[in-house]
């Protein structure tokens, strides 16, 4: 019942822009942890960005400083702002969600399908 749908990816430029949004239905969207992971051919699914319920941050350090995620209680939405793309950046990336989280580790338990993004050089 707990549906977490991607879109947005595509074939960008390095250097470019590009905002994933992840769409959340089956559950009480406002007080979950939500994240966005990444997945590059032949590598570990990695978490590059995380927001809490009271809207804390945090990103991994390959990112900070050039992607954004925020959240839309209203739309039950999360968001993934992408700036300044490299080739590093291509990968499949995927929104999950953490119903549990109180601060500390998070323990994503719903994912989406996943979403390809694409820099080219």
């Known amino acids: 019942q707990v549906q977490l749908v991607e879109s947005g990816g595509g074939l960008v430029q390095a250097g470019g822009s590009l905002r994933l949004s992840c769409a959340a239905s089956?559950?009480?969207?406002?007080?979950?942890?939500m994240g966005w992971y990444r997945q590059a051919p032949g590598k570990q699914r990695e978490l590059v960005a995380a927001?809490?319920?009271?809207?804390?941050?945090n990103y991994a350090d390959s990112v900070k400083g050039r992607f954004t995620i925020s959240r839309d209680n209203g739309k039950n939405t999360v968001y993934l702002q992408m700036n300044s793309l490299k080739p590093e950046d291509t990968a499949v990336y995927y929104c999950a969600a953490d119903p549990l989280y109180r601060g500390g580790t998070y323990k994503f338990v719903y994912w989406g399908q996943g979403t390809q993004v694409t820099v080219s050089s």
């Open positions: 089956g559950l009480t969207f406002s007080i979950n942890a």
């Open positions: 927001i809490t319920s009271g809207g804390s941050t």
